[in-house]
């Protein structure tokens, strides 16, 4: 598989390749073969097919999105992060260009998690060419609140009355 990384850092660190098997822990969670999450509770990996189905995820998804790893299997992103329910993530083999334009300008993406818990969101994602089919490697991290009580952050565009999603 190749990766086509659209921003190589987390914390300063570089984005490994996302391995393509996983296995089961002792609680029957997918382990994070990858480490793309550091298992941390404000970051979770997850593998998309080309129409934004949830492929992999590993246990930070479950920490931070508070559903177990099987709830997420087969459901499409929006449900995990709503403002990606109308985009194609990948056109012509390539990463959306809207996408990665908001991820290049910092822009937050809502989270929503099982129990209605709305945070705010950075993505960092890689496109996976293999064989089969292109897939896309993401990476959620919970961002800091804003200090007007946790508002999405968006582009100043936004303010202008120009739609950005």
Not at 96 to 123: I, M, P, T, W, Y
Request: charged content about 25%; glycine content about 10%.
């Amino acid at each position: 598989m190749k990766a086509t990384a659209t921003k190589p850092t987390i914390d300063g660190n570089a984005v490994p390749n996302l391995i393509s098997h996983h296995s089961r822990g002792p609680d029957g969670a997918l382990d994070d073969v990858g480490s793309l999450a550091n298992r941390r509770e404000d970051s979770a990996a997850l593998m998309l097919d080309a129409l934004g189905i949830i492929r992999y995820c590993d246990r930070g998804s479950e920490a931070l999105f508070k559903y177990r790893w099987d709830e997420l299997l087969g459901q499409h992103v929006s449900m995990l992060l709503p403002q990606l329910v109308d985009l194609q993530l990948i056109e012509d083999g390539q990463a959306n260009q809207r996408l990665r334009f908001l991820c290049r300008v910092g822009q937050h993406f809502q989270g929503l998690a099982k129990d209605g818990e709305r945070f705010n969101s950075e993505l960092f994602f890689s496109v996976l060419h293999s064989a089969e089919s292109d897939r896309l490697s993401l990476i959620v991290r919970r961002a800091g609140e804003a200090a007007d009580g946790g508002a999405l952050k968006m582009p100043a565009a936004t303010a202008a009355g120009t739609q950005v999603l």
